[in-house]
């Protein structure tokens, strides 16, 4: 079966500038999650989704981050405004089982 | 709240040797405990889950093992090999029904051939 699909794969833009993500998940997978992984660090739990409702979003920063999954399927994380501390690697991954997490190749974002 | 840590940052080994990695964590309230395995512009990959009530679990050269009292958990290697260099992360998922899992800051392997 297909994998995660992510994209962009890269994303350069200026502090105080939107950005958007895209994420694929798995066919038949209900459970969709984005992590924010800062170099060096271990990813981070940003929001959970099962179907199309929000689980978990409490380390989201709501301020500037948002995210969506209108139709239980794909998902957007977008940023408005970024800032410097925005640069890491954002993951989306998918789960059937809420066990097993299946995770994409990540979108790789600079803030200059 | 729980932190998760993993000692050494980076390990070089060469090809052939077996090797430990470790892993803590201070909130010995875990459900499972994870290893995953990360390469350079890919995702990461689940390579062993143990739930709480286990000691270890193995599959092919790698074995994990938990010690949840402690606050310990190891990835055992066996005969390394080139392809083995990678990141390798352990994760903690709090309780059933919560799979929220917090990670470590991982390991950076390389294997010299």
């Known amino acids: 079966e297909a994998g995660v699909a992510q994209s962009p794969r890269y994303k350069i833009i200026e502090k105080r500038q939107s950005v958007a993500f895209w994420c694929n998940p798995i066919s038949g997978h209900a459970t969709l999650y984005w992590y924010q992984q800062i170099l060096g660090q271990g990813p981070k739990l940003l929001i959970q989704?099962?179907?199309?409702?929000?689980?978990?979003d409490s380390q989201l920063p709501k301020d500037r981050f948002s995210a969506e999954r209108l139709k239980g399927v794909d998902s957007t994380l977008k940023i408005q405004p970024a800032k410097l501390e925005d640069s890491a690697v954002y993951l989306c991954?998918?789960?059937?089982?809420?066990?097993?997490?299946?995770f994409g190749p990540g979108t790789r974002l600079t803030v200059l | 709240k729980q932190e998760v840590t993993q000692i050494p940052a980076a390990l070089s080994v060469p090809e052939g040797e077996n090797l430990v990695l470790n892993c803590s964590f201070t909130?010995?309230?875990?459900?499972?405990l994870q290893w995953f395995r990360q390469d350079p512009g890919k995702g990461l990959t689940s390579l062993l889950l143990i739930q709480s009530s286990q000691r270890e679990q193995t599959s092919g050269r790698l074995n994990a093992s938990l010690d949840k009292s402690s606050g310990r958990s190891t990835l055992y290697i066996a005969a390394s090999q080139p392809g083995d260099s990678a990141t390798y992360l352990c994760?903690?998922?709090?309780?059933?029904?919560?799979?929220?899992?917090?990670f470590g800051t991982g390991t950076r392997l390389t294997i010299i051939p």
């Open positions: 989704f099962q179907n199309n409702g929000v689980v978990d």
């Open positions: 994760a903690v998922t709090p309780n059933f029904g919560n799979e929220k899992l917090t």
């Open positions: 991954a998918s789960s059937r089982d809420r066990v097993t997490q299946y």
């Open positions: 909130d010995s309230a875990i459900y499972n």
